[in-house]
Antibody, heavy 120, light 107 residues
Framework: QVQLVQSGSELRKPGASVKVSCKAS????????IDWVRQAPGQGPESMGW????????TYAQGFAGRFVFSLDTSVTTAYLQISSLKAEDSAVYYC?????????????WGQGTLVTVSS | EIVLTQSPGTLSLSPGERATLSCRAS???????LAWYQQKPGQAPRLLIY???SRATGIPDRFGGSGSGTDFTLTISRLEPEDFAVYYC?????????FGQGTKVEI
């Protein structure tokens, strides 16, 4: 069965960095993009962008270029989200999700979410 | 960027009643690539509807989607206790998807 399993909760101080992983299984990894979605406390989901699992090329939504980096390790079918120079406002649940590469498709499977808390 | 505006913010209903949720886009959604998700506390969003009106796998037929262009609707014909949750629309017709701010369906 299709699964996206994310790493556990993280607590960081302002200015630090964090790396969240998303392990995919149960499907052909290279057929689907991995999308990243941020959900701040009490807010709706916000698309951060996506990474092409064939080429490794990331695409960032407005406001997420610079401190946010998407990467892959295809040998272990895992996608990563790294956030540097963390700020308090980065505290949120971060989800990975998949959608079909080269097609307009919704996010049919999601990871369970990773809570990132930034606090001194 | 396509902005999605959902209304109402909160819908207070009872089990067995009909729920009608609205999602309006700031510009036409290409291909009517509009999805609806349900989210319960502590859980990831779950895909309910895609292509404006197609139910995702395993979604009961009391959930229905309609609309085109800039105006879309999610209807829950008879609310079950497990349907009380937050619902989000999403457009995925452009290169970067966007979500609405959500409608909470509460008892």
């Amino acid at each position: 069965q299709v699964q996206l399993v994310q790493s556990g909760s993280e607590l960081r101080k302002p200015g630090a960095s964090v790396k969240v992983s998303c392990k995919a299984s149960g499907y052909s990894f290279s057929r689907y993009a991995i999308d990243w979605v941020r959900q701040a406390p009490g807010q709706g989901p916000e698309s951060m962008g996506w990474i092409n699992t064939n080429t490794g090329k990331p695409t960032y939504a407005q406001g997420f270029a610079g401190r946010f980096v998407f990467s892959l390790d295809t040998s272990v079918t895992t996608a990563y989200l790294q956030i540097s120079s963390l700020k308090a406002e980065d505290s949120a649940v971060y989800y990975c999700a998949r959608d079909t590469l080269g097609a307009a498709d919704p996010f049919d499977y999601w990871g369970q979410g990773t809570l990132v808390t930034v606090s001194s | 960027e396509i902005v999605l505006t959902q209304s109402p913010g909160t819908l207070s209903l009872s089990p067995g009643e009909r729920a009608t949720l609205s999602c309006r886009a700031s510009q036409s959604v290409a291909g009517n690539f509009l999805a609806w998700y349900q989210q319960k506390p502590g859980q990831a969003p779950r895909l309910l509807i895609y292509g404006a009106s197609s139910r995702a796998t395993g979604i009961p037929d009391r959930f229905g989607g309609s609309g085109s262009g800039t105006d879309f609707t999610l209807t829950i014909s008879r609310l079950e206790p497990e349907d009380f949750a937050v619902y989000y629309c999403q457009q995925y017709g452009s290169s970067l998807e966007t979500f609405g701010q959500g409608t909470k369906v509460e008892i």
